[in-house]
């Protein structure tokens, strides 16, 4: 049960896009569709942002989408806004009812 | 949709134990998977283990068992998960969190827990 693998920092400016990684094992990503993203902003609660891979609950912005391609997952954010701004945890079913997340990445809009 | 209110901060000593509550109101406990995910200062998510009330057995990481113990009182819809033998590496904050469909949503608002002398 080892933690999935993101970059620790990734950049952009405003109105570009940007792709974070999430990389884990044939035990996880790679053999479930259950990959979830969570934004979350300094001194708050995490928000759920995409769910089964490249699933956006009503609310969030269609700026947001996931992928997955063997055991690596992706989130994109197009359109970069400054508000984007903020940690993006990856978080993966790794078989029976265990969990696991990303070391989390943090985005700078420039 | 289900709302979840955790008990409050709390500063322990080495060694001790803390018991976190996750209340949840606005849907029946049994129909959701209950989770702790900690994040220590500076760090990512890390997954601590889980329950579905209705079935009883909770789950854990493998890191954590034998030192946390999760559990589940569905008169009062609440959701405890206690962790011993405290260092100071446990030094973090505890959410609680319901599963469903392989989202975790919503969440609690969280339990900063400092371990110190």
């Known amino acids: 049960q080892s933690a999935l693998t993101q970059p620790a920092s990734v950049s952009g400016s405003p109105g570009q896009s940007i792709t974070i990684s999430c990389t884990g094992t044939s035990s996880d990503v790679g053999s479930y569709n259950l990959v979830s993203w969570y934004q979350q902003h300094p001194g708050k609660v995490p928000k759920l942002i995409i769910y089964?891979?490249?699933q956006r609950p009503s609310g969030v912005s269609n700026r947001f989408s996931g992928s997955k391609s063997g055991n690596t997952a992706s989130l994109t954010i197009s359109g970069l806004q400054v508000e984007d701004e903020a940690d993006y945890h990856c978080?993966?079913?790794?078989?029976?009812?265990?969990?696991?997340f990303g070391g989390g990445t943090r985005l700078t809009v420039l | 949709q289900v709302h979840l209110l955790q008990s409050g901060a709390a500063v322990k000593n080495p060694g001790s134990s803390v018991k976190v509550s996750c209340k949840a109101s606005?849907?029946?406990?049994?129909?959701?998977?209950f989770n702790w995910v900690r994040q220590a200062p500076g760090q990512g998510l890390e997954w601590m283990g889980g329950i579905i009330p209705i079935f009883g057995t909770p789950n854990h990481a493998q890191r954590f068992q034998g030192r946390v113990t999760i559990s589940a009182d569905e008169s009062t819809s609440t959701v405890y998960m206690e962790v011993s033998n405290l260092r100071s590496e446990d030094t973090a904050v505890y959410y609680c969190a319901t599963e469903g469909e392989g989202r975790f949503d919503p969440w609690g608002q969280g339990t900063p827990v400092t371990v110190s002398s």
């Open positions: 089964d891979v490249s």
């Open positions: 978080c993966s079913y790794a078989s029976s009812n265990i969990w696991v």
């Open positions: 606005g849907g029946t406990l049994s129909n959701y998977a």
